[in-house]
């Protein structure tokens, strides 16, 4: 058995003993530098609502586990878990509509919800007035979770399988030998490890520095207060029996507690805290999560409290905090293990909602090698090196904070920390006055406004949206789609990908090991493959390209996945790993014409031989040596086109001067995702994750079961005997004016079958287009349909590619 380590003893850490010991690890020794169990962590004083439903599946998922495990642990002596439901209510017609919405991702991700009327409301929870609302979304199964009656379950069942839990003490420091983990100092003295797991709440970061790692984590206060008994709870015997209500509107929530309430409000300034003013247990009267109430921040929440609730008029506030809890970036937990340090686990930013589906999957995780659900919007390896400076996460953090509550278009754009990375072109896109949108710190541009001309020329195809679907869009995006169907453009696609370089005498065997496909391909040859983790689940989906005998670039997804092949390198000094997305960059180019464009600004010569899709080459486009990777994109002659940062300024402006006879445009993302989804293109963490195996996602061809060995290979052939979950599917919607956005439901009849994952339109058809993760096979003659909004709209089932226009 390793020697597991576990660094804080609340909610997540106590979860995480007790789902390891119940997977049958031993030799798991628990440090925790406050009192056991009430530790003066943010555990201690959580108010503990669980809203599990939201439009991110990984966190619905999380919290619908965490309350089953709650659910179990529950006996009528000590409740863990009270299952009273809870009402989102909504003050505007604008969140009337997003709680339609939600209803909608509900049947996606299979949690019970119901759309009340006003007055329902009401008769689900006297205390609200229902003059003041338009409606409210019920989730039945929602419900107040007590963690510390939860913690004392778990941690009797963990004594019994031998953890020990250390009270008062403080880990002060980590040794790490070789880049491994090997020791955990405490004020108690020092405990060998061979795995770390960091729950140490918001004192997180602290326990990062010690082995070197970034934990881009904000504590941040928050305030919670307690009334004084209700007239009209005057009855009650249970601690908790009404539904929680969530009025987003004004950033306030509600639970009952015995005759008062708990309300909670973000409505306030944020107040990050800073580690450095954080106290040690003990040293005052109040918990260190505690900060002292600042009840002027109260008055307006009051105000808006008591118009939804005028019971509480007679009421008055009791008591107040200003608790303390982690926020992060982009409001994800950070979980994993870190690249950088070998056996340094983290489980950090976790509500309380999440704690015991995530302390399952990370036992799991540490155990298996992979959880059982996708966790790469969770994984602590998802911030390139710009999200570890302490502004940005900062900043992002609070950002986060102040949105908590808002309606969140898809497409919205973070307004803080812009301008961290930006690709050669970027000056030129400005003076296109491109529309731009953050991805992994890049800007990227989504459309350009110096296309709008364009709309004129394919006004009478394009689709016209209304709504939801036209926030944060633009038609110049559909002209820019059409037009590259019908002549070229140019796309930046820096940011799409990550950019690796592998090389050195184990390349080739290191990369065997790594993928699904045979990399053994001619110099000059690419090859699309996968790579799966250790339980046959697609880690990711990469083009691999051969430059000579033992050096190759590969295309990978993102950071996580990136920082996975690091992982995996070996250490005999036989393979050097070289991110080189940085000081690179690169242009897809797309089109019928795009051919034309590529043979007026390469050498004769270079173009003369065959030169067949899927092959590469490195060539001088004038004096920017290039690698040229000819390709198809959405069913179009496509190249990409990767150099190095300085020279890429030179090769847009060949392009943009020598493409001018082929009427080529620079086109933006948007429209290269639209032509990727018409042209029935699917896309690794979109359309499938780590939870299908290739062959549920119609990726057979990717793998090659004659290779002796690769990562996930067993787990593969074991899965691949069983019955597949999940069953892909292209969708035309029938209404020609239809358009959805992604995550709506998919009926038949009156059963979710699914969820469409990416959405688009085409124009091919002329109709809307979706992909689909269902449950059950479908085929053409079954009338299915999507809902949006509340509306169902009818669907049909796709056999065969759109032609493309
Ligand atoms: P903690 O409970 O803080 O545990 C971390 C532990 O690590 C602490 O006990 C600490 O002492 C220990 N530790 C740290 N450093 C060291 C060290 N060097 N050595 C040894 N031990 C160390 N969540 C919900 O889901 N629903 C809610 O309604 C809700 N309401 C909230 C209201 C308020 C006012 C606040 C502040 C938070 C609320 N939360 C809610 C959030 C929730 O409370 C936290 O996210 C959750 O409790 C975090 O659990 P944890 O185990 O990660 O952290």
């Known amino acids: 058995h390793k020697r597991i380590v576990v660094i804080g003893a609340g909610i997540v850490g106590c979860s995480i003993a007790y789902y390891l010991s119940k997977m049958g690890q031993r030799n798991i020794t628990v440090i925790e530098q406050g009192p056991l169990f009430e530790t003066g962590g943010s555990t201690s004083h959580a108010p503990g609502l669980v809203f599990q439903l939201s439009f991110s599946k990984i966190l619905t998922t999380l919290a619908s586990q965490t309350v089953e495990t709650f659910k179990e642990l529950s006996t009528d002596e000590q409740r863990s878990f009270y299952p009273v439901g809870s009402l989102e209510v909504a003050r505007t017609s604008e969140r009337l509509e997003d709680l339609k919405r939600k209803a909608g991702v509900a049947s996606s991700w299979g949690i019970e919800a119901f759309l009340l009327s006003p007055q329902e409301c009401a008769e689900k929870n006297s205390l609200i007035c229902p003059e003041r609302i338009c409606g409210g979304l019920y989730v039945p199964s929602d419900g107040i979770a007590k ?167 007679q009421a008055g506030i009791k008591k107040g905090m200003n608790g303390i809890f982690s926020f992060t970036p982009d409001g994800m937990p950070l979980l994993g293990e870190s690249q950088a340090v070998g056996g340094f686990w983290v489980a950090e930013a976790i509500w309380v909602t999440h704690s015991a589906g995530v302390a399952r999957q990370m036992a799991e995780w540490v155990m298996n090698g992979a959880p059982t659900v996708d966790l790469e919007l969770c994984d602590i390896n998802r911030f390139d090196t710009y999200a570890c400076s302490p502004v940005y996460y900062k900043q992002r953090s609070i950002e986060e904070y102040e949105e908590v509550y808002s309606i969140h278009h898809p497409f919205m754009q973070r307004k803080v920390s812009r301008n961290m990375r930006v690709s050669p072109f970027y000056m ?178 270079d173009l003369s031989r065959t030169w067949l899709q899927g092959q590469a080459k490195t060539l001088f486009i004038e004096n920017s040596s290039v690698l040229a990777l000819r390709d198809s994109y959405g069913g179009m002659e496509s190249w990409e086109l990767i150099t190095t940062s300085d020279q890429g300024l030179n090769l847009w402006d060949l392009l943009i001067e020598q493409g001018q006879p082929y009427q080529l445009i620079a086109a933006g993302d948007r429209a290269l995702e639209n032509l990727r989804i018409e042209s029935f293109s699917l896309k690794s963490g979109k359309d499938f994750w780590s939870e299908h195996h290739p062959y549920e ?56 079958l699914g969820f469409v994952t990416s959405a688009g339109y085409s124009y091919s058809l002329g109709k809307g287009i979706v992909h689909t993760l269902l449950s059950q096979a479908v085929h053409e003659e079954m009338v299915l349909e999507v809902e949006y909004f509340g509306q169902r709209y009818k669907a049909t089932m796709m056999t065969h590619s759109p032609a493309v226009v």
């Not at 305030?223 to 709870?233: A, K, P, R, S």
């Not at 110099?523 to 005998?549: A, F, Y």
């Not at 899965?719 to 992604?742: F, N, Y």
Request: hydrophobic share 35%; glycine share 8%.
């Open 147 to 313: 963690p510390l009656h939860a913690v004392d379950k778990m941690t009797r069942f963990s004594k019994e399988c031998g953890v020990e839990f250390y009270g008062h003490t403080e880990v002060t420091n980590i040794e790490v030998t070789n880049g491994q983990v090997k020791a955990v100092y405490t004020s108690a003295g020092k405990f060998e490890a061979d795995v770390i797991v960091c729950c140490a709440g918001f004192w997180g970061p602290r326990i990062g520095e010690m082995v070197g790692v970034t934990i881009p984590l904000q504590p941040m206060a928050h305030q919670y207060v307690f009334t004084n008994d209700l007239l009209e709870l005057n009855g009650e015997t249970e601690e908790t029996a009404t539904p929680l209500i969530r009025d987003q509107d004004n950033a306030i929530y509600f639970r009952q507690v015995e005759k008062g309430l708990g309300i909670g409000s973000y409505q306030h300034e944020p107040f990050p805290v800073e580690l450095s003013d954080i106290t040690k247990y003990g040293e005052t009267k109040e918990m260190p999560s505690v900060k002292p109430f600042t009840p002027k921040d109260f008055e307006k929440p009051w105000e808006d409290a008591m118009e939804l609730i005028p019971a509480l008029k």
């Open 428 to 605: 030129r896109q400005q003076e296109l006055k491109a529309y731009f949108n953050e991805k992994a710190g890049w800007e990227q541009p989504q459309w350009y406004e110096a296309n709008y001309p364009l709309i004129s020329t394919y006004e009478k195809k394009m689709v016209i949206r209304k709504g939801w679907s036209a926030e944060y869009w633009s038609p110049i995006i559909e002209a820019e789609q059409l037009h590259t169907r019908q002549y070229a453009a140019i796309y930046d696609t820096t940011a799409a990908k990550k950019r690796l370089e592998i090389k050195g005498e184990g390349a080739l065997q290191f990369l065997q090991k790594l993928t699904t496909g045979n990399i053994d391909i001619t110099v000059g040859q690419s090859i699309r493959t996968c790579m799966l983790h250790e339980r046959g689940g697609i880690k990711d989906q990469i083009t691999v390209i051969r430059k000579n005998i033992s050096t190759f670039l590969i295309v990978c997804t993102g950071a996580v996945e990136a920082s996975w092949i690091q992982k995996h390198v070996p250490q005999d000094g036989q393979v050097v790993f070289q991110d080189v997305t940085s000081g690179t960059c690169s242009i897809a180019l797309i089109g019928p014409k795009a051919t034309g464009v590529m043979k007026s600004v390469v050498q004769r010569s």
């Open 697 to 752: 996602v119609n990726l057979h061809e990717m793998v090659d079961l004659t290779k002796p060995v690769f990562i996930g290979k067993e787990a593969l052939l074991d899965r691949q005997r069983k019955d597949s979950e999940t069953v892909l599917a292209t969708l035309i919607l029938d209404d020609p004016s239809a358009i959805v956005m992604g995550y709506e439901p998919v009926f038949y009849g009156e059963t979710a």
